[in-house]
């Protein structure tokens, strides 16, 4: 592809709820990351992969955020019984292992209601 | 603790004047530099990076050991430089790359 692509580029929830972003990243990329983009808050890095080593999940900020990445390409984060403050945008980005020149996608505005 | 500042949430200059954008870390070694660049809806994405010792579109940023800065440079603002730029200095050990708060560059004619 193009590059990074995530979706749904919008998504509207009632709190509670259950959602699921998805990333596609770019195609060899073998280390992905997920970071948050809220207001005033800057960039809040949630989780990394890196091929098939164990994810750095230090930035998730609560048991009810996982990801996962299957087949070392598409991840999918997922945020159980979401709540206020979980509004924000979620960027994913792809690189080579080992370069920080991080590429991104346009994000997912998630806003929970 | 490792952590990185930006300590201007606004910077606003005219057109043609020098601009000057800080960053400071305090992480331990030598971590590595870049900075990215949002500008209105478009995607984050990298302008440059200590190590290449570049300059992209104008910018440049010198790193200071010494005062622990990265601090980004232009010399003549342009009305495309308005933007929201971050500084993400690289963690020793870390394998993830963390960003500061940025700082949102208003450029007026």
């Not at chain 1, 596609?24 to 997920?34: C, F, K, Q, R, V």
């Not at chain 1, 955020?65 to 792809?94: H, K, M, N, P």
Request: with cysteine; proline share 5%; charged share 20%.
């Amino acid at each position: 592809g193009a590059g990074v692509s995530q979706s749904p580029s919008n998504k509207v929830t009632e709190k509670g709820k259950d959602v699921e972003l998805r990333c596609d990243p770019i195609s060899g990329h073998t280390a992905l990351y997920w970071y948050r983009q809220s207001l005033g808050q800057g960039l809040e890095f949630l989780i990394y992969f890196q091929g098939n080593s164990a994810p750095d999940k230090s930035g998730l900020p609560s048991d009810r955020f996982s990801a996962e990445r299957t087949g070392g390409s598409v991840s999918t984060l997922t945020i159980q019984r979401t709540q206020q403050e979980d509004s924000a945008v979620y960027l994913c980005a792809s690189t080579f292992r080992g370069d920080r020149g991080l590429l991104f996608g346009q994000g997912t505005r998630l806003t929970v209601v | 603790a490792q952590r990185v500042t930006q300590p201007e949430k606004l910077l606003s200059v005219f057109k043609g004047a020098p601009v000057e954008l800080k960053c400071n870390y305090s992480y331990s070694g030598s971590p590595e530099l870049f900075w990215y660049v949002q500008y209105s809806r478009q995607r984050l994405q990298l302008l440059l990076r200590h190590i290449s010792r570049e300059s992209i579109k104008g910018f440049t940023a010198d790193l200071n050991k010494g005062e622990t800065s990265f601090h980004l440079k232009k010399p003549f603002a342009q009305e495309e430089d308005s933007a929201m730029y971050y500084c993400a200095p690289s963690r020793t050990g870390r394998r993830a790359l963390t960003f500061g708060s940025g700082t949102r560059l208003q450029v007026q004619p």
